[in-house]
């Protein structure tokens, strides 16, 4: 080993460089320790466990990656963000392989007092505030060997902190870029102080649309009483990148959130999004769009945990698959004892776009209180013949007939994106890639 | 020159069961003909036919536009050739609002050569064209947003067929029961309508159970079918005959045919 290691191996010896180049109060870096042996104790999740069952990661070789301390001056120029056109930004954050490569905020806002940059960067800066929340919410370290490699790794990131009162009137835009072979164990969290909003728009991509690499990630997002917060992430990396991360929020009293995930990128992913109600009266909206090809495999676990009264909770996903790719949605709304007057809704419609494509979705409710209203369904089907063939009757070649019907299909979660930009990009991003069928 | 729509001894099966067997008709341009016959006779087959569903599958003879051989030609081909069939039953595309479908339909269907991705017509120009006819129709401008024939009840469905009509201007268009399920005041305009859509050059087919759409568009020819067959063709009188006293004497005459179309409906009773 020597001091001018440029890369870090997710072993002992690349742990202890790691820890040696961080720059960070030491309760962090024992709870990195702490993380590290559990994941040293621990083995990768398997077939039988429920999660996984229909998730095959027996080709994931942790060793064929490293973090990267090198970082390059810019993004590449391959690399073309599909969230940030057409719309004034508050500001913005660049990422690439896990390290800050641009950053800005708008003075209007850091006069505020929000904090918003690369979450390496504010590391030392703002430690205490990170003590009671990063890694704290509803994150759980040892769900699994990826949620240990992550705390014990994480690095890169985003930090967002709103104020009490401060509504931040711009979106803010977060690009996590990937070289091709390279790993991001990138951290987002979001902190929204009582009575205050925001608009994060976070998006991810790779050099190459076929790129490989690693990514285990988490997003934390605190949304305080009152608080109201639209996040959207597009995830786009290439086609042979792995994808684990855990995608929590956290809302208190009367909180809102918009929360838009479309996925479109990735060999494979594994994606735990939970979101928690905690206060009383708190509101949540979820709409999931998942387009899939090739042999890409997206396993996405909702949950819908209402652990106070009076909240709702609306979750709408929906996926195009063609060739031979597959989803797995596995919804839950969990309804604690004291929950009264839930009102939880999920849904899952899947469009097969080809023989080949497989979509599995298990719904679940798991309802202590008795005073509750919750609904879930889901629907898969292929794409109705009659209904190609007479929008060519009308002109339209096949081609533009599927792509008519697959927009179609995602109109009803596009209806509910309230940022047009988002919706224009997701729109042109799924169009773009449906083929022709015959 | 006169375009012209021929089909020659066209034999149809759906899912191996024959239902046309060995139509002949030659339609031109500017021609009004009347397709009657009994339900189950192979109408809509015809129609589904000449715009080529791909369930429809034609086991010999020849459809052409001209000189051009129909058959060889995809579903958009040939409604960007100039071919139209107003649907007895509409489909729903849920998500996809009427005006931006008819803009992409207009926009191929009148540039028959343009390739995917290629700019849509202006959108002030199709606006206006698409408000001027909806208003001919006495649509309300709100049906433009909605989703093409979702929720639709039965004369909204058959109202956005004659705007899509209005709309593309084919030079054939086939319009299969387009007056059912509409009132009497519904039936007049749509009647009126079509008249005025179509008097300019179209040749229609006209397939229908009512007299109205006949009054305001009075077929040169009438053809009945009958088990997959054209039995007969005459002038208007013979519409307005089957109009006034049923296919009695028809059944009576073809006796081959009017078996042929039993066994087909009794089997489809069946399935
Ligand atoms: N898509 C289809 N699938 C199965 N059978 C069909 C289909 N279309 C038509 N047929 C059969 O073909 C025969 C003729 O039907 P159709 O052409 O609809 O008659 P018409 O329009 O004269 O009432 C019927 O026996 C019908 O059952
Ligand atoms: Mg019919």
């Known amino acids: 080993m020597t001091d001018t290691m440029t890369t870090a191996d997710f072993n002992q010896a690349g742990f202890e460089a790691f820890l040696a180049s961080r720059r960070e109060p030491e309760w962090m870096l024992a709870e990195r320790r702490q993380a590290w042996s559990q994941f040293s104790d621990m083995q990768w999740p398997g077939r039988r466990d429920e999660e996984w069952m229909r998730t095959d990661i027996r080709l994931f070789k942790l060793r064929q990656y490293h973090l990267a301390f090198d970082p390059l001056d810019a993004l590449p120029s391959e690399i073309i963000p599909l969230l940030d056109s057409h719309i004034t930004l508050g500001g913005h954050v660049h990422t690439v392989d896990g390290n800050c490569v641009s950053s800005a905020i708008a003075e209007q806002w850091t006069q505020q007092g929000v904090v918003f940059g690369s979450l390496d960067d504010l590391t030392e800066e703002h430690a205490d505030r990170f003590q009671t929340t990063l890694l704290k919410g509803s994150y759980d370290r040892q769900v699994d060997r990826f949620a240990a490699l992550h705390s014990s790794f994480w690095s890169g990131g985003q930090f967002l902190y709103v104020p009490r009162g401060v509504h931040i009137t711009e979106p803010l835009h977060v690009l996590s870029a990937l070289t091709d072979g390279a790993a991001d164990l990138g951290h987002t969290l979001v902190v929204l102080e009582d009575g205050a909003s925001a608009t994060l728009l976070a998006e ?235 | 020159m006169t375009h012209k729509l021929t089909i020659e001894n066209l034999h149809v099966s759906v899912d191996d069961k024959p239902i046309l067997r060995g139509v002949n008709l030659v339609l031109h341009e500017g021609e009004t003909h009347a397709l009657m016959g009994p339900n189950g006779s192979g109408k809509s087959t015809l129609g589904m036919a000449i715009m080529g569903h791909p369930k429809y599958e034609v086991n010999s003879g020849t459809i052409k536009l001209d000189d051009q051989d129909v058959l060889a030609l995809s579903p958009d081909e040939r409604a960007r050739a100039g071919l139209f069939m107003a649907f007895q039953r509409p489909v729903a595309i849920p998500g996809v609002k009427m005006a931006d479908f008819l803009r992409h339909s207009t926009t191929n269907v009148r540039n028959p050569n343009r390739q995917e991705g290629e700019d849509l017509i202006p959108m002030k120009e199709f606006r206006k064209e698409l408000t001027d006819n909806m208003n001919k129709l006495e649509m309300d401008v709100q049906f433009a947003r909605r989703y093409v024939n979702d929720g639709f009840s039965g004369g909204e469905m058959k109202r956005a067929e004659i705007l899509q009509l209005a709309m593309l201007q084919p030079t054939f268009a086939i319009l299969d029961e387009t007056d059912s399920g509409l009132d009497a005041d519904a039936v007049r305009l749509a009647s009126e309508s079509i008249a005025e859509i179509g008097r300019a050059k179209m040749g229609l087919l006209i397939i229908t159970h009512h007299d109205k759409l006949l009054i305001h568009n009075p077929p040169e020819f009438t053809h009945v079918m009958l088990g997959g067959r054209i039995v007969e063709t005459g002038g208007i009188e013979l519409a307005e005959e089957l109009h006034a006293s049923g296919y009695e004497r028809i059944r009576a005459a073809y006796p081959d045919a009017e078996a042929q179309n039993e066994a087909m409906s009794s089997s489809e009773v069946i399935s």
């Open chain 1, 204 to 438: 991810t991509a790779s050099e190459q649309e076929d790129s490989g690499g690693l990514h285990c990630g988490a997003v934390e997002l605190i949304v305080g009483d009152g608080a109201s917060l639209r996040y959207v992430n597009l995830q786009n990396w290439g086609s042979n990148v792995w994808h684990f991360a855990q995608q929590n929020a956290v809302l208190g009293r009367e909180a809102n959130l918009q929360w838009t995930s479309a996925a479109i990128g990735s060999r494979l992913a594994k994606v735990n999004q939970h979101v928690t109600l905690a206060g009383e009266g708190a509101n949540s909206q979820v709409n999931g769009v998942l387009f899939t090809q090739g042999r890409q495999h997206l396993s996405y676990h909702t949950l819908q945990h209402h652990q106070a009264a009076h909240c709702s909770s609306d979750f709408l996903y929906k996926s195009a698959l063609q060739d031979k790719s597959q989803t797995v949605w596995r919804g839950m709304i969990r309804v604690d004892e004291g929950a009264q007057r839930t009102d939880g809704y999920q849904r899952n419609d899947n469009l097969l776009l080809s023989n080949e494509a497989r979509a599995d979705s298990i719904p679940g409710l798991e309802i202590e209180a008795d005073d509750v209203r919750c609904t879930h369904g889901s629907t898969s089907g292929m794409v109705d013949e009659e209904l190609i063939y007479y929008a060519m009757c009308r002109g339209f070649t096949r081609k533009e007939a599927t792509r008519l019907i697959v927009t179609g299909f995602f109109q009803q979660i596009f209806d509910r994106i309230t940022i047009d930009s988002v919706r224009d990009a997701l729109g042109l991003a799924i169009a773009r890639r449906v083929r022709d069928y015959e």
